[in-house]
């Protein structure tokens, strides 16, 4: 049993802190948060709390850290974890800039401890049948690659909170959801080269916008063209189309507590097939794919690289949203 302390507990540390109470490969046994009422709440799940991110580095019965704290603290919080010896799972998006995704990964290679990343969608039952279909060449080359996750939460937050911030969150749709979709299309067509990405507003209160498009080619010549809202009720959908055939997922509820997806493919010259994809705790599957590792078991299936590609596009994305031009990675 891999045991764990949650730093950041908010909407989604509380979630993952839910989500581990019946796992057999991590548990937390420490919530760590500044707020009163994130540690209340984490006291009621049985956990110990603290304030202090620094009792998790300094206690020798943790193992690893889980880190769901703003964006900007993600850098240091994994170089001073890794300087520790404590693994880090770290919430989306791993590091804004590449000079800080540089130093993480730099700082858990010099200490041999595992990184894992909030990613939880590449753990869901569809997507990785469609990632093995593909690979397997049942639809031909994969040529495009379509995604949308969006979402209306954000609408109840108060206009001073970080998420909505252009400072603390800039670009607010690629945070909140986009970057899901981003790491989708990495699992998908490898490297990225370049992107177009235009952000716009059209909630008062939100000053880091909430309507994202973006255009991604990558290296080996695909493209994903990928939308992300936070001003219209949920939608989750994911498209692959290849030379041979298409394959589509549409989530029927938001990723926090799933009920399924409806998942349509085709061949050509064949009629369409829908099937349902029963729900599944891709959340939990993805921290305990983490634990494995660092417990010595299989490799952790997101990569370095892979993380490294995320953030830089995820840079790339913020410039290109600003410049209003095409913009390398």
Request: hydrophobic fraction near 45%; proline fraction near 5%; charged fraction near 25%.
């Amino acid at each position: 049993m891999i045991k764990a302390a949650i730093v950041g507990l908010g909407w989604w540390g509380q979630t993952i802190a839910r989500d581990l109470m019946t796992s057999e490969v991590i548990r937390p046994v420490l919530g760590i948060d500044p707020d009163e009422k994130g540690r209340k709440a984490a006291a009621d799940k049985g956990l110990e709390t603290t304030t202090r991110y620094e009792d998790a580095l300094e206690r020798k019965d943790i193992d690893a850290v889980i880190l769901c704290t703003p964006h900007k603290f993600h850098s240091a919080q994994i170089v001073a974890a890794a300087a520790a010896g404590k693994h880090v799972f770290c919430e989306k998006p791993l590091c804004t800039t590449a000079v800080e995704v540089d130093a993480a990964i730099a700082a858990v290679k010099a200490a041999g401890v595992k990184l894992g990343i909030g990613h939880e969608r590449r753990f869901e039952p569809a997507v990785i049948d469609m990632r093995k279909r593909f690979a397997a060449g049942e639809f031909g080359d994969a040529l495009l690659l379509e995604g949308n996750f969006s979402q209306d939460k954000f609408l109840a937050l108060p206009a001073d909170n970080w998420r909505l911030s252009p400072t603390e969150a800039p670009v607010g749709p690629l945070s909140a959801t986009g970057i899901h979709m981003v790491d989708l299309s990495i699992s998908m067509f490898g490297k990225p080269k370049e992107v177009w990405a235009r952000l716009s507003s059209h909630s008062a209160h939100f000053g880091n916008g909430d309507t994202l498009s973006i255009t991604l080619g990558f290296e080996n010549g695909g493209t994903a063209m990928l939308t992300a809202i936070l001003a219209t009720p949920f939608m989750g959908r994911l498209a692959v189309y290849g030379s041979k055939g298409w394959m589509e997922i549409r989530d029927r509820t938001h990723p926090e507590i799933p009920t399924g997806w409806d998942v349509t493919t085709v061949h050509r010259g064949e009629t369409p097939s829908s099937v349902f994809q029963a729900p599944h705790p891709a959340v939990r599957d993805n921290l305990e794919a983490f634990a494995k590792a660092v417990a010595g078991g299989e490799d952790y299936p997101v990569t370095l690289d892979e993380m490294s590609y995320n953030v830089r596009t995820f840079e790339a994305i913020i410039r290109s949203a600003g410049s209003g031009r095409i913009e390398a990675i």
